[in-house]
Antibody, heavy 122, light 108 residues
Framework: EVQLVQSGAEVKKAGETLKVSCQVSGFDFTDYWIGWVRQMPGKGLEWMGIIYPGDSDAKYSPSFQGQVTLSVDKSINTAYLQWSSLKASDTAVYYC???????????????WGRGTLVIVSS | SYELTQPPSVSVTPGQTARITCSGDGLEKQYVCWYQQKPGQAPVLVMYKDIERPSGIPERFSGSSSGTTVTLTISGVQPEDEADYYCQSTDSSGTFFVFGSGTQVTVL
């Protein structure tokens, strides 16, 4: 089955580190960029960045550059989103998505994970 | 920075037509897609390349484009269409995504 399976909910304290995962199955991991999207409580979708598993090339939204790190482990078809020092304002649901499309069709996420809830207490 | 503008809310009675607009300066050159998100669920792609419907999406969903505005139309709205809808496009390089602020569709 083609799917993105995200890791479970996390409850952390401010200042702690965290790495959430997104494991893909049913398609070639190195054929697609994997993106991350934040949704704060009651708010809209925010694009954080994207990574290409083939060579770990990552692009970050200016809003998230330096705040998070994207990485992959090709041996287990998994993409990661990590923080080195969490803040209370990082409390949100984080989604991974498979980017598809091209210049002819536009670029978009055709497949999404179910999301990982991250709660950070101060 | 690049922004996409959507109305905060649209209300419609079952069977009527809902139209959700997405406006942005770059939309004459970049395609838009649309996602539907129901409470507690991940977004689902309902339209791409302005007017293309993914397989499995009901025919009552359609898209159109005119100048710097793209529109998602839901004809014959059903109660299950009640959700938040987000448009999304890219910057001129095609690398960086931008989402609209979202439109809450309420079926009265």
């Amino acid at each position: 089955e083609v799917q993105l399976v995200q890791s479970g909910a996390e409850v952390k304290k401010a200042g702690e580190t965290l790495k959430v995962s997104c494991q893909v199955s049913g398609f070639d991991f190195t054929d697609y960029w994997i993106g991350w999207v934040r949704q704060m409580p009651g708010k809209g979708l925010e694009w954080m960045g994207i990574i290409y598993p083939g060579d770990s090339d990552a692009k970050y939204s200016p809003s998230f550059q330096g705040q998070v790190t994207l990485s992959v482990d090709k041996s287990i078809n998994t993409a990661y989103l990590q923080w080195s020092s969490l803040k209370a304002s990082d409390t949100a649901v984080y989604y991974c998505g498979r980017r598809t499309g091209d210049e002819r069709r536009g670029r978009y996420f055709d497949l999404w994970g179910r999301g990982t809830l991250v709660i950070v207490s101060s | 920075s690049y922004e996409l503008t959507q109305p905060p809310s649209v209300s419609v009675t079952p069977g009527q037509t809902a139209r959700i607009t997405c406006s942005g300066d770059g939309l004459e050159k970049q395609y838009v897609c649309w996602y539907q998100q129901k409470p507690g669920q991940a977004p689902v792609l309902v339209m791409y390349k302005d007017i293309e419907r993914p397989s499995g999406i009901p025919e009552r969903f359609s898209g159109s484009s005119s100048g710097t505005t793209v529109t998602l139309t839901i004809s014959g709205v059903q109660p299950e269409d009640e959700a938040d809808y987000y448009c999304q496009s890219t910057d001129s390089s095609g690398t960086f995504f931008v989402f609209g602020s979202g439109t809450q569709v309420t079926v009265l």
